[in-house]
């Protein structure tokens, strides 16, 4: 089984890991809201 002894804890570079993932919470916290505002312009305009 062969390792890569060069490889040092801590030293990959995720900076675009960490924009993708600021990304996607934007992302799902605009969506949230966005779906609470329908959820309660159709409680509020339903009709029966």
């Known amino acids: 089984m062969a390792h890569d002894n060069d490889y040092q804890i801590g030293s ?3 900076s675009q890991h960490r924009k993708a ?3 996607f919470l934007t ?3 605009w ?3 966005g779906i609470l505002l329908i ?3 159709l409680a509020i305009f339903r009709t029966n």
């Open 39 to 41: 959820m309660v312009f």
């Open 31 to 33: 969506s949230s809201v």
């Open 12 to 14: 990959m570079d995720i």
């Open 27 to 29: 992302f799902s916290k």
């Open 21 to 23: 993932y600021a990304g």
